[in-house]
Structure formats: C-alpha cells, structure tokens
C-alpha cells in the first residue's frame, strides 16, 4: 500500500476510536454494552467552585463503573456565552447523550433549553445556576440539583453574629456598636448573590445588630476583581471596614489579599464555599470563616439520580416539589476546619 493510503486509513481509524467515545454519533444504537452517557454543560470552566464538582463527577462515575456498566462523560465549556451553549446543548443532543447536566450561564435562559431537551426525551439536571420555577415545571423530566441560596446566606450572617456578639471589643473598632461592612457580589442575577446578600445582613438585622453598609458591587466570583475593588474600598473608608462579607470564597481570599497588600490587619471576611485555599486561610488565621458549599454532594446526588432514572427506579428518589434535590449547607470556622 501507498505511504499517502496508509495515514488515511491510520487516519480513519482513529476518527474512528474518537467517536466511539463519550457521546459519539454513531453509537446510539450500540446495545452491547451498558453506557451511559452524560453530557455536561458548564457556564465556565474556570471557576473553582464548579471544577471541583466536576473532578468529583468524574471520580464517583469511574468508582461506580463496573464490567456491566460504562460511563462516559463529555464535558463543554460555555464560556460564559449562552448562545455557545445552546449550540453545545444541541451537539451533545446529536452526539446520542443519555442524560443532560446543564450548568447554564443565563439562568432565564432555561426555557429553550428544556424544550430541546424534551423534543430529544432526554432528562436534563440543572445544576449551581437555579432556573426559576415556571421554566423547571415545563416539563417531569427537568430537574435542579443544588443548595438554598437563602439558607447559604443566612449561615454566613450566623457567623458574623457569634463573631460580634463575643468578640465585639475586638471587630467594633470604632466602638460605635454598629458593623461597618462591605459586600462582595457574584454575578448580578444569579441566584446565589442575591439571596446570600439578602439573608446575609437580615440575619444581622433580625437580632437587632445595627448595621451600616459601607459599599458593595459585583466582583462576580473573581479573587482578581475582589482584590481591585477591596483595595479602592480601603483607600476610600480608612481602615474603617469592620466586617467584609463576600458571596464566595474566591473573592474573600482576594478581600483578604487586599487588606494584606494594604498593609493592614484582616478584618472579620466570611466566605461561601469551602473550597481548599479558604481552609488553608481558616487555618492560618485570615479567614474568619466560610459556609460549605457541597461540590461532592452536587456530583453525587447527580450521578444518584442519573442512575435511578437510567434503571428506572423512580419511585426511590426523593425529589421535592417533582423536581428539586436540595443540599444542605454547613458553617466552617477554626472549631471545625
Ligand atoms: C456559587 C459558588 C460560586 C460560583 C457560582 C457559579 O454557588 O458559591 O463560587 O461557583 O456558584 O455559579
Ligand atoms: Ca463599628
């Protein structure tokens, strides 16, 4: 044979090899082997809250595979652009997915999303980013898969309170008896920032704490915008920021970096997350404390649900309102980093 005739069948026979895994084209009718196969639709990939769940969803698919049961995962990155991701939607749908996990990046977005879905039969799980309800309910097989915002919120307001009320000697520093504070925002409109920043402070103000909101404004998630806008926080109110709150640890890792720069003491800064640079920073005495986010327990309870539904087992899952699989929140101080 040929040199050029050869590489083309080489060529050919690794096209080949690609498409028989993940979500391939041509194995929709392969019957031989029990696969399932999930399709993946993150907002980003860069986002240290989401490639955790995603490290976990790949760990607790390969330790539940068997000689009987193959998973494949492919996985798109939407970077943060809602019309690239209705066309990954669309490829993974064409590629033969079994199921659809759908990280959205526009959360008013999932109507179109679920439609396709359910033209396709293909079960779709939202996951971190909550469509609202109306859209859920479009169909019985859209599901969401997360935390309650408002409960995230709430706890992060808890710690701020136990912190003031024992130590308020320590965080007044103006002795004024009222917390100065600033707010670190994620996304506008996501979910997770409103309700955490609402809940937040009216944990506060429900225990008769007078607070007084020095400034707040949207780093959306980034330590790097975190470290920006705290450190024009700082010049602009002198040292006088007692409590920073932060929608997630990313940007209260980058508060704290601020204040350090500034050449100043951390104050009291809580994060939302848990993820292992904020242990670090609990640990070391910066961080004053965070709420667990549960990216294991997002991964696993997804993968639960895939396989309930995979063996139709249906009537197992304890799904709320038809739709809803919640995960609790857990506050992380020094007590039990
Ligand atoms: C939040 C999390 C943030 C970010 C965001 C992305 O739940 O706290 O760190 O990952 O989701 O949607
Ligand atoms: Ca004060």
Redesign the pocket.
């Known amino acids: 044979m040929k040199q050029k005739m050869k590489n083309f069948y080489f060529l050919l026979f690794l096209e080949m090899l690609i498409l028989l895994s993940g979500c391939s084209l041509y194995n929709n009718n392969d019957k031989s082997a029990n696969t399932i196969r999930i399709g993946v639709a993150l907002?980003t990939q860069d986002?240290?809250?989401?490639s955790s769940i995603i490290q976990n969803l790949e760990k607790i698919a390969h330790q539940t595979e068997n000689e009987d049961l193959k998973i494949n995962i492919t996985i798109m990155d939407g970077k943060f652009n809602q019309t690239k991701q209705m066309e990954q939607i669309d490829q993974l749908i064409r590629r033969g997915c079994n199921f659809l996990c759908v990280?959205i990046v526009d959360r008013t977005a999932a109507s179109v999303l679920i439609d396709k879905a359910k033209e396709a039969d293909i079960p779709v799980i939202f996951f971190?980013?909550q469509p609202v309800s109306e859209d859920i309910e479009r169909w019985e097989k859209a599901y969401y898969v997360?935390?309650k915002a408002e409960e995230?919120g709430k706890l992060q307001g808890q710690i701020v309170l136990d912190a003031w009320l024992n130590n308020k000697n320590i965080y007044d520093k103006n002795n004024d008896n009222i917390i100065q504070y600033v707010m670190l925002e994620?996304?506008p409109s996501?979910q997770?920032t409103l309700l955490r920043t609402e809940y937040s402070v009216k944990t506060l103000t429900d225990n008769d704490i007078v607070v007084e909101k020095l400034a707040s404004d949207n780093a959306n998630?980034s330590k790097s915008q975190a470290v920006n806008k705290t450190s024009e926080w700082i010049k602009q109110f002198n040292n006088s920021i007692e409590v920073a709150f932060a929608?997630?640890?990313?940007m209260a890792l980058g508060a704290i970096d601020a204040f350090i720069d500034a050449g100043l003491d951390v104050p009291l800064i809580v994060g939302?997350?848990a993820i292992d640079d904020a242990i670090k920073s609990i640990k070391n005495g910066k961080l004053y404390g965070t709420v667990k986010?549960d990216a294991y327990g997002v991964a696993d309870t997804m993968l639960n649900l895939i396989l309930s539904l995979y063996n139709d087992e249906k009537i197992d899952l304890k799904l709320k309102d038809g739709h809803y699989l919640w995960l609790p929140y857990e506050i992380i101080t020094i007590k039990n980093a």
């Open positions: 907002y986002d240290t809250f989401i990280n971190n980013r997360g935390s995230g994620g996304e996501h997770d998630w929608n997630n640890d990313d939302v997350d986010n």
